[in-house]
């Protein structure tokens, strides 16, 4: 009976550090699995480069090029639908992974955050009313103290304040926008020049009254978000983003979404 007993002490406590051993093996496999998921927010609004298709499925160039790097990375993902203003507290609060959604890549916003290498080169363009009479540059909208629509919070918008004449009419979608200047609300609109080309080339309407100022009046280039501290995330992110860059990929998407002249796919260096 006491041998019994010592024995079956014994194979309790095997029995038991196996348990626990194996829980933690699964936690950490768990652990794994879950980090190697990554959550990516997209503000649907900006077509032809993320928006939703009549089936309320994420689509467009940046949505087909952030799979595509993602999964070329080997990584899972989940696409999440998140509206501008929530993008860059989401990403420095670790709420999200990764963040593609046009984003210039400026070096104030890299004391926040950090990005891939460029995947797109665009900049700025603007459409103005033809009713509102000879004008070829802001500068002139300025001096007829025109009023001009842009989104909040953008490189557009903040461009726009370099031309103190200008009345700025801001909006919470660049599509809200120009929408308003079809109706006679603004004088003119600026936007990310793939979204003004967009607009323009779909709405007859708008072909007809209004036309562009010049052609892209800045250069900026597009990144994808990252958190500062995930460096070997942004590392295996640039080689995936690198190898459909020099693959021709990224420029197949280019063409497939017709993102126009007014932008460019960089060769990463």
């Known amino acids: 009976m006491y041998g ?13 550090f196996i348990f626990i051993f194996g829980f933690l093996g699964c936690g950490q496999d768990s652990q794994e ?3 190697s998921r990554l959550v990516i ?25 952030i799979k595509e790097v993602v999964q070329n990375a080997g990584f899972d993902y ?7 203003g929530g993008l860059f507290g989401g990403i420095i609060t670790a709420k999200f992974d990764l963040v593609i959604s046009s984003i210039t890549i400026l070096e104030e916003r890299k004391n926040r955050m950090a990005f891939s290498i460029p995947y797109l080169q665009s900049g700025v363009a603007v459409l103005a009313r033809k009713d509102i009479g000879d004008v070829d540059t802001l500068d ?11 989104q909040i919070n953008t490189t557009s918008y903040y461009f726009l ?7 700025i009419k801001t909006y ?20 990310d020049s793939v979204q003004v080309n967009y607009y323009f080339n779909k709405n007859k309407e708008l072909s007809r009254n209004a036309r562009f100022l010049g052609s892209r009046m800045t250069s900026e280039f597009y990144g994808v978000v990252l958190r500062k501290e995930n460096l070997e995330l942004k590392r295996k992110i640039d080689a995936s ?23 460019i796919v960089p060769l990463p260096e």
């Open 4 to 16: 019994l007993s010592v024995l079956s002490k014994y194979l309790f406590k095997v029995l038991f």
């Open 33 to 35: 699995a879950k980090n």
């Open 41 to 65: 927010a997209i503000d649907a609004t900006f077509v032809p480069m993320s928006f939703l298709n009549e089936d309320r499925e994420l689509d467009g160039f940046e949505v087909d090029l």
């Open 78 to 84: 989940e696409l999440v639908n998140v509206e501008w």
């Open 140 to 150: 002139q909208l300025a001096a007829k103290k025109a009023t001009v629509g842009a």
């Open 161 to 167: 304040q370099k031309y103190p004449g200008i009345k």
């Open 172 to 191: 919470e979608k660049f599509g809200h926008a120009v929408i308003d200047m079809a109706n006679n609300g603004n004088d003119g609109v600026v936007g």
């Open 241 to 263: 983003l690198t190898e459909l860059l020099r693959n021709g990929r990224v420029q197949k998407l280019h063409e497939k979404w017709n993102l126009g002249k007014f932008s």
